[in-house]
């Protein structure tokens, strides 16, 4: 089964913005990088790219969304060095949110988005054993302020994982934060590891569309499985999108899709790709169709 992958939408900056962030991490590379022609935002960047190993994509189509820090990435450092070097190259003409230094959870950290506004939080992991280098880390604000402990439940449910689990609560008197809400939740989706939180402060942002995670599906039956689950509008989304009921952004998509982009052949990727901006749940079959001239 493979991975999740997080999916990030650039206006403009998708291959730029990879090749900052592989020469920021270690063990990271660019796979490819395509283009689509003839979409509604123009042509369109797709990169695929690892970052310590694991899966990334982005996309240049368009100033439609913007980043905020409801989705961030927490970065685990062997070395306090390590740490140095990346949060030098991340935070370079961005934005500190919580500047370095030690904190009662890490004795280095900090909290940073990039030139392009996607949050990374960078911690010394402080010689514990580090089984997953980067970790999505969802924030629950304003109208979905306390239910992340009710979201990650239904996620692992969905994706069939063990149960999460809620590392730390708000306690008393730490207003305006909600007691017994979460203040830290570990949870797993196809093996990889989640983090989730509550954050009652005022907050101008949300989930949206510039962060989604891909849900790469071998079957028909695989696709109608996760997008009547995860749909809070069955008949919403677009393009294989959809939206959850806390908001969050989801992209259930065919493995068969990555092959057709990759074919070579341009004609084919043309016919399949005003095949899917029709659609809004993909169709494989229909797909297949089209890719082939039937």
């Given at each position: 089964?493979?991975?999740?992958?997080?999916?990030?939408?650039?206006?403009?900056?998708?291959?730029?913005?990879?090749?900052?962030?592989?020469?920021?991490?270690?063990?990271?590379?660019?796979?490819?990088?395509?283009?689509?022609?003839?979409?509604?935002?123009?042509?369109?960047?797709?990169?695929?790219?690892?970052?310590?190993?694991?899966?990334?994509?982005?996309?240049?189509?368009?100033?439609?969304?913007?980043?905020?820090?409801?989705?961030?990435?927490?970065?685990?450092?062997?070395?306090?060095?390590?740490?140095?070097?990346?949060?030098?190259?991340?935070?370079?003409?961005?934005?500190?949110?919580?500047?370095?230094?030690?904190?009662?959870?890490?004795?280095?950290?900090?909290?940073?988005?990039?030139?392009?506004?996607?949050?990374?939080?960078?911690?010394?992991?402080?010689?514990?054993?580090?089984?997953?280098?980067?970790?999505?880390?969802?924030?629950?604000?304003?109208?979905?302020?306390?239910?992340?402990?009710?979201?990650?439940?239904?996620?692992?449910?969905?994706?069939?994982?063990?149960?999460?689990?809620?590392?730390?609560?708000?306690?008393?008197?730490?207003?305006?934060?909600?007691?017994?809400?979460?203040?830290?939740?570990?949870?797993t989706l196809r093996g990889q590891e989640f983090g989730a939180m509550?954050?009652?402060?005022?907050?101008?942002?949300?989930?949206?569309?510039?962060?989604?995670?891909?849900?790469?599906?071998?079957?028909?039956?695989?696709?109608?499985?996760?997008?009547?689950?995860?749909?809070?509008?069955?008949?919403?989304?677009?393009?294989?999108?959809?939206?959850?009921?806390?908001?969050?952004?989801?992209?259930?998509?065919?493995?068969?899709?990555?092959?057709?982009?990759?074919?070579?052949?341009?004609?084919?990727?043309?016919?399949?790709?005003?095949?899917?901006?029709?659609?809004?749940?993909?169709?494989?079959?229909?797909?297949?169709?089209?890719?082939?001239?039937?």
């Amino acid at each position: 089964m493979k991975a999740i992958t997080p999916h990030l939408w650039f206006d403009k900056e998708a291959v730029e913005a990879a090749k900052l962030y592989v020469s920021s991490i270690a063990d990271s590379k660019i796979k490819s990088v395509r283009t689509i022609y003839g979409t509604p935002s123009g042509d369109c960047d797709i990169v695929s790219f690892e970052l310590a190993s694991q899966p990334f994509m982005a996309i240049s189509a368009g100033p439609f969304f913007r980043f905020n820090p409801s989705v961030s990435f927490q970065v685990k450092c062997k070395t306090v060095e390590e740490l140095n070097a990346m949060w030098q190259k991340l935070s370079e003409n961005g934005k500190v949110r919580l500047p370095l230094g030690a904190y009662p959870f890490s004795e280095r950290y900090g909290w940073t988005e990039d030139r392009y506004g996607l949050s990374w939080q960078l911690m010394f992991a402080g010689g514990t054993e580090i089984k997953q280098k980067i970790t999505p880390v969802l924030t629950f604000v304003e109208k979905v302020c306390g239910k992340a402990e009710e979201a990650v439940h239904f996620y692992a449910a969905v994706f069939k994982d063990p149960p999460p689990r809620i590392l730390a609560r708000y306690g008393k008197g730490e207003e305006p934060e909600h007691e017994g809400t979460t203040r830290y939740a570990q949870f797993t989706l196809r093996g990889q590891e989640f983090g989730a939180m509550d954050s009652a402060r005022e907050h101008k942002f949300a989930f949206n569309e510039a962060i989604s995670y891909v849900v790469p599906c071998d079957t028909q039956e695989e696709i109608d499985y996760y997008w009547e689950r995860l749909s809070a509008d069955a008949n919403g989304g677009q393009c294989g999108w959809l939206k959850d009921k806390y908001g969050l952004s989801w992209q259930i998509t065919p493995t068969i899709m990555d092959q057709m982009l990759g074919s070579g052949d341009p004609q084919g990727l043309a016919r399949v790709t005003q095949a899917f901006l029709k659609m809004k749940k993909f169709n494989i079959s229909e797909l297949q169709r089209a890719f082939d001239g039937k």
